[in-house]
């Protein structure tokens, strides 16, 4: 079964439109820890943001931000206010290192955002 | 400070024969990681080293894919027989501490691998 769902493949916004990518993840640790990765054309994997699963504070930073909740195993990304240089795709990890021992991370499927100018 | 490096970027090879990746990660990190994406499978684990410690190689895909990590450093992922299915973008990442409360892993730009 899938860890990490990002149900939505691809979505196409225009400049300065808010947008939301998914993320619902599976677990049964007690104790997880949640990301998100960008990933421009020129295909490095950038790291945006970690979660712990205690604190489902939400956080702001810039245009981003994430909205965490447990009660619906969802951690989804928003981004105000598009700029085109966001165009990429947006991978959601997960890991659960009380249960697999290690700490690699186990990735959605990603969403690939296009933004038109 | 630099991050991970990756070398070669791009590598085409045949069917049947041997290649190594190599990866750098950044200097102070102790854990060390290889991914694999490609189409069909997406991102996938393949193996992690976390200091002098076995490395955890639960994600390999066969026994034709090893891999070492040299003085607690550099790392060589090797594959044997390519076969095509092997095609894809191997990934290194690698952590401060290795230690899932804290750390953050931070990849490198990949190697390309392309199977004939």
């Known amino acids: 079964a899938q860890k990490v769902t990002q149900a939505q493949t691809e979505i196409s916004v225009v400049e300065k439109e808010d947008v939301t990518l998914d993320c619902v993840y599976e677990?049964?640790?007690?104790?997880?820890?949640l990301f998100w990765y960008k990933q421009p054309p020129s295909g490095e994997l950038v790291f945006l943001i970690r979660?712990?699963?205690?604190?489902?504070q939400n956080e702001i930073s810039g245009r981003y931000s994430w909205n965490f909740q447990k009660s619906t195993s969802s951690f989804n990304f928003t981004i105000t206010a598009s700029q085109v240089v966001d165009s990429a795709v947006y991978f959601c990890?997960?890991?659960?290192?009380?249960?697999?021992?290690?700490?690699?991370?186990?990735f959605g499927t990603g969403t690939r955002l296009t933004v038109i100018p | 400070g630099a991050g991970v490096s990756q070398s070669p970027s791009n590598k085409v090879t045949e069917k049947g024969k041997d290649v190594e990746l190599r990866c750098d990660p950044i200097?102070?990190?102790?854990?060390l990681y290889w991914y694999r994406q490609s189409l069909g499978q997406g991102l996938e684990f393949l193996i992690y080293?976390?200091?002098?410690?076995?490395?955890?190689k639960s994600g390999l895909p066969s026994d034709r894919f090893s891999a070492e990590r040299t003085g607690g450093s550099v790392s060589t992922l090797t594959i044997q027989r390519t076969q095509q299915e092997d095609s894809a973008v191997y990934l290194c990442?690698?952590?401060?501490?290795?230690?899932?409360?804290?750390?953050?892993?931070?990849f490198g730009p990949g190697t390309r691998l392309t199977v004939l």
């Open positions: 979660r712990n699963s205690f604190d489902e």
């Open positions: 990890a997960l890991s659960e290192p009380l249960i697999t021992g290690a700490n690699n991370l186990f």
């Open positions: 200097s102070g990190h102790t854990a």
């Open positions: 080293f976390q200091g002098n410690s076995a490395p955890d």
């Open positions: 677990t049964r640790d007690t104790t997880y820890y």
């Open positions: 990442a690698s952590s401060f501490s290795g230690r899932a409360s804290t750390d953050t892993q931070y």
